[in-house]
C-alpha cells in the first residue's frame, strides 16, 4: 500500500505536509470529524490519485485563523484525480478514469440532491444540511491537497473526463471544474448575466476572475471587477475586463459611471466574502462592505449573486457582531430596489458538465484567465503564504508529480 502525504492546518498562518494513512473506504476518526460520521462505510466510494489539486481563497480563510478549523484538519476540497480503486456498490465509474470531483458532498438520495441542490445534501453531514472536503463543520470527510484520497457517493458526485489523453493535456483548465469555475460561473449566472448586461464583479482573486471570465463567456458587453490589489486587477483586464480600483477615496458608483456613462449596473457579484475591506488607503477590516457596494451599484430590479464566503463562527471578527456572522448590510437598500439575492455553496454538478464541454471545445481558457501555477505539493506552505500576499496566480498542488510543473 502506497504512503500519503497530506496538508494539514497546524495553527493560525501555518500549514505542513504530513504523512497521513491511506484512504479507506470508510471515514475514520481525526481532526475535524463529526462523531456521528465516525466509522461511516462507504462501498459506493472510490479512492483517487490525486492528478491536481488547487489551493482555494476558502482554505485561506482557515489558514488565517478566522474559522474554528481544528488543528491537524487535512485541507483541500478542489480535487481532480484518477481512480485507482472502486467500492462494490460503485456501477459506473471505473478503475484508471481520470474524474473531477465537486467540492460539494451530495449523496444523490436526498430531496435535495434530488431537486439539483447538491449544495446542502441533508445526509452528509450531521451538523448541517451540506458539506465539502477538508473544510471545518463540514462532516470531517478528509481534503485532497493529498496524494491519495477518498470519495463518497462516486457514480453520483464524479464527472467523467471523455478521453484521458485529452483531459491531461487540458488538466489546468480541468482542474478549475471541481470549484472555482462553476463558482464564479454561478454567481454571474444568478446575478443574470446575459447577452449585452453591463456587470460589476467585487474582488479580483481566482473566483472574482472566474466570475468576470464566465460573464464573459454569458455575453456580457462590460465586465467592471473591482480590486485593491494592481496585479489582480491587471489580470482581469488580460481578459478583457474593465477595471476600478477602490484603494483610492473615488466613490465606487463614479468610477462605474465613468465607464459606463451611468452609476448602474445590470448585475453584481461578491467574489470576496466576509474579510472584505473598507475603501481607500489605510481602510481597515469591514465586512458588509462588498454587500452594500453592490446594492449601491446595481439597478433597480437586479440579482446579486453571493459566491463569496461567509461564516457564522469568525474567531477574529472586528466585533462581536462579526464574530457570528452578523453584519451591518442594508438590507432596507436592496428592498427599496427590489434586488433578489443569491448566496450559499455552488451547486457545482449543475454546471460543470457544460462548463468541462466548454473547455474540451476550446471555448473556455479559464486557466489563463486565473493565471494557474504549478507547484509541488511539498511547496504548498510556501503556496499559501504567496497567495495570502496577493499574488495574481491560482496556485495548483501536483501530489503526485504528474504536471510536470
Known amino acids: 500500500m502506497p504512503g500519503n502525504r497530506a496538508v494539514a492546518y497546524v495553527g493560525p498562518n501555518e500549514v505542513e505536509v504530513q504523512s497521513i494513512d491511506y484512504p479507506k473506504l470508510e471515514l475514520t476518526g481525526g481532526p475535524g470529524v463529526n462523531p456521528a460520521n465516525v466509522g461511516r462505510k462507504c462501498p459506493h466510494g472510490v479512492i483517487l490519485k490525486v492528478v491536481a489539486t488547487n489551493i482555494c481563497g476558502s482554505d485561506q480563510h482557515m489558514v488565517r485563523g478566522r474559522t474554528t478549523a481544528p488543528a491537524g484538519l487535512v485541507l483541500g476540497h478542489e480535487i481532480t484525480g484518477e481512480v485507482v480503486e472502486a467500492g462494490p456498490g460503485v456501477e459506473f465509474i471505473k478503475v484508471g478514469d481520470i474524474v473531477s470531483a465537486p467540492f460539494n458532498i451530495a449523496c444523490g438520495r436526498c430531496r435535495f440532491c434530488k431537486e439539483g441542490k447538491t449544495g446542502i445534501c441533508l445526509n452528509v453531514n450531521p451538523d448541517r444540511p451540506g458539506s465539502a472536503y477538508g473544510y471545518v463543520d463540514m462532516g470531517g470527510w478528509v481534503g485532497g491537497q493529498a496524494q491519495y484520497v477518498m470519495v463518497p457517493y462516486a457514480d453520483f458526485n464524479l464527472l467523467k473526463f471523455p478521453d484521458k489523453d485529452q483531459a491531461m493535456e487540458k488538466i489546468l483548465d480541468l482542474t478549475m471544474l471541481s470549484d472555482i469555475f462553476p463558482t464564479g460561473y454561478h454567481g454571474a449566472y444568478t446575478a443574470g448575466v446575459t447577452t449585452g448586461s453591463t456587470v460589476y464583479i467585487a474582488g479580483a482573486g481566482p473566483v472574482g476572475l472566474a466570475s468576470a471570465y464566465s460573464s464573459l463567456l454569458l455575453g456580457a458587453a462590460v465586465v467592471i471587477v473591482g480590486d485593491m490589489n494592481p496585479d489582480r486587477l491587471a489580470q482581469a483586464r488580460s481578459f478583457g475586463c474593465e477595471t476600478v480600483d477602490l484603494s483610492g477615496d473615488t466613490p465606487l458608483i463614479d468610477m462605474v459611471a465613468e465607464i459606463l456613462g451611468v ?26 462592505t462588498v454587500l452594500n457596494d453592490i446594492m449601491t451599484v446595481a439597478a433597480a430590479g437586479a440579482s446579486l449573486g453571493i459566491p463569496g464566503l461567509y461564516v457564522t463562527g469568525d474567531p477574529g471578527g472586528v466585533d462581536e457582531d462579526a464574530k457570528v456572522g452578523s453584519l451591518r448590510v442594508r438590507l432596507g437598500l436592496g428592498w427599496a430596489k427590489s434586488h433578489s439575492f443569491t448566496t450559499g455553496q455552488c451547486p457545482v454538478m449543475k454546471y460543470n458538465h457544460r462548463l468541462m464541454m466548454a473547455i474540451l471545445h476550446d471555448r473556455a481558457h479559464i486557466a489563463k484567465a486565473v493565471n494557474a501555477t504549478v507547484i509541488p505539493l511539498e511547496k504548498a506552505a510556501e503556496g499559501y503564504r504567496d497567495f495570502d500576499k496577493g499574488v495574481a496566480r491560482k496556485f495548483v498542488l501536483d501530489p503526485n508529480n504528474l504536471l510536470g510543473g
Open 263 to 288: 452609476p448602474e449596473v445590470d448585475s453584481a457579484v461578491d467574489c470576496v466574502g466576509f474579510e472584505a475591506r473598507g475603501h481607500g488607503a489605510g481602510a481597515g477590516e469591514a465586512p458588509a
